[in-house]
């Protein structure tokens, strides 16, 4: 009789050890919450962006689309606003003269705006820090707020290289018909370069 109690006593505490592992208690349930918690807990994106460089902070403080109904579809201009104030006025003219800055069509997840950025409109820096890359978005089907902005930005001094690859949901981004006065204004009085 003690040998079937004993039995019985040793079946129940594996019945409920085993049970506790089925993925709503105990360890292994936890950890497959935490997992989808992390994966649902990414950072998002968000403006101002900031890029260490050797000479200072640089922003990446806001994009512009200015999206245009075509015919059959959408297209338009992407302006890439940098935003210099951060460092000192010096700074600023020795990084403009010293440093290469390059964007280039990123590989992010999502669907990418297809920008083209063979041609582009480069601004200088202004007194207000403010530096601006335009660029003509190709026609696409679905206005640009169904799509992602995806960069790769290359910055270049010499030897040191600085080369953040970001995917920005176009949501994030000031979409409209026009660009705001004072970004109109300097992509007017613009140049290709």
């Known amino acids: 009789m003690k040998r079937i109690t004993a039995f019985l006593l040793m079946l129940s505490f594996c019945v409920c050890f085993t049970g506790c592992g089925d993925g709503s208690t105990g360890e292994s349930g936890n950890t497959d919450s ?40 959408y297209e338009g201009i992407m302006a890439v606003e940098f935003d210099f104030s951060n460092m000192e006025s010096d700074d600023w003219y020795w990084f403009d003269k010293d440093h290469l800055i390059q964007i280039f069509q990123g590989y992010g997840a999502g669907t990418p705006l297809p920008i083209h950025t063979i041609n582009k409109k480069e601004s200088e ?7 601006y890359f335009f660029y003509q978005v190709d026609e696409t089907r679905e206005a640009f707020s169904e799509f992602d902005v995806q960069l790769n930005i290359y910055i270049s001094k010499s030897y040191k290289e600085y080369n953040p690859e970001i995917n920005i949901p176009s949501t994030e981004c000031e979409i409209s018909e026009t660009f705001p006065e004072e970004v109109q204004s300097i992509f007017d009085t613009s140049f290709w370069k």
């Open 34 to 73: 935490m997992n989808s918690d992390n994966n649902t807990d990414e950072e998002e994106f968000s403006f101002p962006y900031d890029i260490e460089t050797d000479d200072g902070l640089l922003q990446l403080s806001n994009i512009y689309l200015m999206q245009e109904k075509t015919e059959h579809g």
């Open 125 to 131: 820096i202004g007194s207000d820090g403010k530096k």
